[in-house]
C-alpha cells in the first residue's frame, strides 16, 4: 500500500534541548526554563518533571532549594531557541512535500511512500536532526493530523520505540488499547473544561470519543469536535496549513525588570519598543496604519494605579522606524506622571497590510521608507545584538535598568560573535 501520510516532529523539552545542545553537562540533571524577569517555571526536564515540579511555578519559591536537589535555573534564551528552531524547521523541509511550522518546536509534514517507507523515513527525521543541530526529536506518523499528534505523544512514552511510531504500522489492537487507557483530555484540541463536559456525557477516554457519534456531538459541541471524531476515525479533516494567514495585529510588549519611574523613561522605553514593532513588520513585509500604546502598573500594586493608553492613527501605512518612534515617544505625553512605578508597557500595531500594497505618492513618501531603514536595523541587530543599533533614545550604549531581567541566560552561541563557543586543543 502506498498513500501520503502526515508525520509530526516534535522537539523534546525544546528549551531544555537547546540548553543542552552546547552544555552537555546538563544532560540528566534536573532543569528549568525560567519566563520574562526569571519569574516562573516556563519549561522543564524529565527529571525536573520527576520532582514535581509544575511550570508556573515562581523561582523564588525553588531557589532556597535548588542546590540542594541539583536543580538547574537558565534565564529564557530567546535567540538560542529561535535560531536552533529555524534550523530544525530549514532541515524538515527536504523531507516533506509539505510544511506546516506548528509552533517553535513543531511541524507537520506530508511523507508519501509505503507505511514502510514512511517508518524508516521518521528514523532518518530523528537521526538527522539530532546529528546536525543536537537537538532530540520525536515523530508520529498517521493519516490525519490528530492521529500524527496522538503516534508522536506515544512515542514520547514509550521509549523501546526510539522515538518513532507510526499509526499503519502499529497493530491496530495496541492503538485501540492505549486509546482506552487516555484521558480524553490527552487528545489534540482537548482541554480541561472541555475535557470536563465530556465526562459528564460518559466520555473520558480517546478511545470513548472515537467511538462517538460525530453529528450528534457537533449538535451539541461543535463542529470543532466533530472533526477530532473524525480525524481519530483516520478521515482527514484538518488540513496543513502551508501558509499562515496575514496577522491582524503586532504586538510588542515586555515586563520591566525595574520599575520604570518618570515619564523621561518611558520615553526611551517606547522608542525602543516602536523600534523593534518596524523590525517585525519589515521582517514580516508588512505596514501598519494604527499604533497603541500603553503603559501599566502591577496589578498587585496596591498603592499605585496607573493604566495610561493612547492610540494614534498615522499618516498612512508604514512600517518607517522613524515615524513609528515619533508616534510611540509622544503618545503618552501627559499620561505617566513622575514617582509612579510602571511595570510593563507595549506597543500594539493595527491596520497591517502588505508592503507596497497602497504605494504613496512621491511627494508624500519618506526618505526613511525609501531606504528601508526598518529591515537595515533588524540585519544589524541579526548580526550584532539588539544593542548594537538604534535610534534616538534606542540607540544606548549600557542597556537601562528596565529591560528584562536575564540573569541565568546562556550564551547565545549561534547569535552573538562574542558568544561562539571556542575550541581549544590541549
Not at 552537555?24 to 527529571?47: F, I, M, Q
Not at 511523507?111 to 517507507?117: N, Q, R, V
Amino acid at each position: 500500500m502506498t498513500d501520503s501520510r502526515i508525520a509530526l516532529v516534535d522537539v523534546n523539552s525544546f528549551y531544555v534541548s537547546c540548553e543542552r545542545v552546547f552544555d552537555p553537562s546538563l544532560e540528566g540533571r534536573p532543569v528549568v526554563v525560567l519566563s520574562n524577569n526569571d519569574g516562573c517555571v516556563v519549561a522543564r526536564s524529565n527529571e525536573a518533571k520527576a520532582l514535581g515540579i509544575e511550570n508556573g511555578t515562581p523561582w523564588f519559591k525553588l531557589a532556597a532549594d535548588a542546590d540542594r536537589i541539583g536543580l538547574v535555573a537558565k534565564s529564557s534564551n530567546y535567540e538560542l531557541y529561535g535560531d536552533l528552531s529555524e534550523r530544525c524547521m530549514r532541515l524538515l523541509s527536504r523531507y516533506g512535500s509539505a510544511q506546516e511550522i506548528y509552533s517553535i518546536d513543531e511541524s507537520f509534514l506530508t511523507l508519501s511512500g509505503t507505511p514502510e517507507e514512511q517508518h524508516r523515513t521518521a528514523r532518518e527525521i530523528k537521526r538527522v536532526v539530532a546529528r546536525n543541530t543536537g537537538l532530540p526529536v520525536c515523530v508520529g506518523v498517521a493519516p490525519t493530523k490528530t492521529l500524527a499528534k496522538f503516534m508522536n505523544r506515544i512515542a514520547k512514552q514509550n521509549a523501546h520505540l526510539g522515538g518513532v511510531c507510526t499509526y499503519d504500522t502499529m497493530p491496530p489492537g495496541d492503538t485501540e488499547n492505549i486509546m482506552s487507557r487516555v484521558p480524553v483530555t490527552g487528545i489534540w484540541g482537548i482541554a480541561g473544561r472541555l475535557g470536563k463536559r465530556l465526562n459528564g456525557i460518559g466520555i473520558f477516554t480517546v478511545a470513548d470519543l472515537k467511538a462517538s457519534d460525530p453529528v450528534a456531538m457537533r449538535k451539541k459541541f461543535s463542529v470543532v469536535l466533530q472533526r477530532t471524531i473524525l480525524e481519530l476515525n483516520g478521515i482527514p479533516c484538518i488540513p496543513l496549513e502551508t501558509e499562515r494567514a496575514s496577522k491582524e495585529q503586532m504586538i510588542f510588549s515586555r515586563s520591566f525588570a525595574t520599575p520604570v519611574t518618570t515619564a523621561a523613561r518611558m520615553r526611551e522605553v517606547m522608542s525602543l519598543y516602536a523600534q523593534q514593532a518596524a523590525i517585525r513588520l519589515a521582517k514580516d513585509e508588512q505596514q501598519a496604519a494604527i499604533m497603541t500604546c500603553f503603559a501599566g502598573t502591577s496589578h498587585f500594586n496596591e498603592k499605585a494605579s496607573s493604566f495610561p493608553s493612547a492610540t494614534v492613527k498615522l499618516p498612512g501605512p508604514t512600517a518607517d522606524p522613524v515615524i513609528l518612534t515619533k508616534a510611540a515617544v509622544a503618545a503618552l505625553d501627559g499620561q505617566v506622571y513622575d514617582g509612579v512605578p510602571y511595570a510593563r508597557a507595549g506597543v500594539m500595531l493595527t491596520g497591517l497590510s502588505p508592503a507596497g500594497a497602497q504605494p504613496q505618492l512621491p511627494s508624500f513618501a519618506t526618505a526613511h521608507e525609501e531606504k528601508n531603514i526598518g529591515a537595515l536595523l533588524g540585519k544589524v541587530m541579526d548580526r550584532y545584538g539588539t544593542a548594537a543599533i538604534g535610534l534616538g533614545r534606542a540607540g544606548m550604549t549600557v542597556a537601562p535598568d528596565w529591560q528584562m531581567k536575564r540573569e541565568r541566560m546562556s550564551p547565545r552561541y549561534t547569535t552573538e560573535w562574542d558568544d561562539l563557543p571556542v575550541v581549544r586543543a590541549n
